[in-house]
């Protein structure tokens, strides 16, 4: 695929991502949301428009009167985005439009996690994908969303706990094995940033995703930007402390949120206290059932995720938490408590902080990977 993507600059991202999220909108819309002059937004324009980025849609003016209105549209099948989610069991991987609309999706379940097994299954996975006529020539870029600490500027995956991985060079390796351009990004950063544009953050210029499952994530944005933090660690909610002394958690330290209310830390306790080595599926069943001992760690846990939601309200002030992941199954067991907890210790006017949940299922995680692809084509240059 050649490469005439638009040089952009900080107007054209601007107005790009306006008319991506919101449009198909006329310049004088584009010029209202941005704050842009009407010069401004026909001159930061003009190279989407060549590039064929964006199209000029006709349309009549309403009133009948005075010259046909022309929006601006994106012109979504300009170009497709790979995006794969990785987890130790499987790797998910979604092509997107431009606009961030699935248009296939494959899974491969994995028998080995380690990086010699994941990237040769990875590329097989794309070739699977790419080999559908027409499709090739329009993917050049791929993100890959993976838990954990990960270096995004060097394509690093630093750690990652969960699939047991330390200093793992996975872009590299995965741009030799596909020839794509590769983006790996913190999986819950790059659902944020698909929610930000596409989902339940569309228009909040602060809110925080925060999702509950093997691990607790969370994803901040605050005034329109997605937080990264110096050190490239911000928004860590599972590893804020709420227990002193607390049970020892898997990054080491103790009594963080994940120590209590992470799905592995649920299921020890459920095993202790019931003395048996009951399944996770046993645990939600019994306590479902009334069984008080077992109601009561979920309750614990919902009320650890409490007092670190009310944490995150009181020092950012969102305007919405979405709490989302594979966690939310048991969310009947957990969410009385949890919305006790958050509403006993949120600050004041923090308190507003709306909490929604929504339910995402793993093709939603590796669309999140695609919308980094897609977020990287405004500073491509
Ligand atoms: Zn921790």
């Known amino acids: 695929m050649p490469d005439n993507s638009p040089q952009s600059t900080p107007a054209g991202a601007l107005v790009f991502t306006t008319v991506l999220t919101r449009g198909p909108l006329s310049r004088v819309e584009i010029g209202e949301l941005t704050g842009l002059s009407s010069a401004t937004v026909t001159k930061a324009t003009r190279p989407f428009l060549d590039s064929g980025y964006l199209v000029e849609e006709r349309a009549e003016d309403p009133s009948g009167r005075g010259r046909p209105r022309s929006p601006l549209a994106i ?47 990875l590329a097989e996975l794309v070739e699977e994908l790419l080999a559908e006529p027409g499709r090739r020539r329009r993917v050049r870029t791929m993100g890959v969303a993976v838990s954990g600490d990960i270096d995004r500027a060097a394509g690093v995956v630093r750690s990652s706990p969960f699939l047991g991985w330390t200093e793992v060079d996975l872009g590299a390796r995965l741009a030799a094995a596909t020839g794509l351009a590769v983006l790996v990004e913190n999986d819950v950063k790059a659902l944020t940033a698909a929610e930000r544009w596409f989902g339940s953050g569309l228009g909040a210029s602060s809110f925080a995703l925060v999702t509950l499952g093997t691990g607790v994530g969370c994803g901040l944005v605050v005034n329109g930007a997605l937080v990264a933090g110096a050190h490239g660690v911000a928004g860590e909610l599972g590893h804020v402390p709420v227990v002193a002394d607390g049970p020892r958690c898997p990054c080491g330290r103790t009594g963080c949120v994940e120590a209590v209310a992470a799905e592995r830390a649920i299921l020890a306790r459920c095993r202790e206290v019931s003395g048996t080595g009951l399944t996770m599926a046993e645990a939600v069943a019994a306590a479902r059932a009334g069984d008080e001992p077992l109601r009561a760690v979920f309750a614990d846990a919902g009320h650890a995720i409490g007092l670190g939601l009310a944490a995150l309200a009181n020092l950012v002030g969102p305007e919405r938490i979405v709490v989302s992941g594979e966690g939310l199954a048991a969310y009947d067991l957990i969410g009385e408590r949890l919305r006790e907890t958050f509403a006993a210790h949120a600050f004041g006017a923090a308190a507003r902080c709306a909490l929604e949940l929504r339910p995402l299922s793993f093709e939603d995680w590796a669309r999140g990977a695609a919308v980094v692809g897609i977020e990287a084509l405004l500073s491509r240059a």
């Open 75 to 121: 012109r979504a099948d300009r170009e497709f985005f790979l995006g794969v989610k990785v987890t130790a069991a499987e790797l998910i991987a979604v092509v997107t439009d431009l606009r961030a609309g699935v248009r296939a999706s494959a899974r491969r379940p994995l028998a080995d996690c380690t990086p010699e097994a994941v990237v040769p299954a």
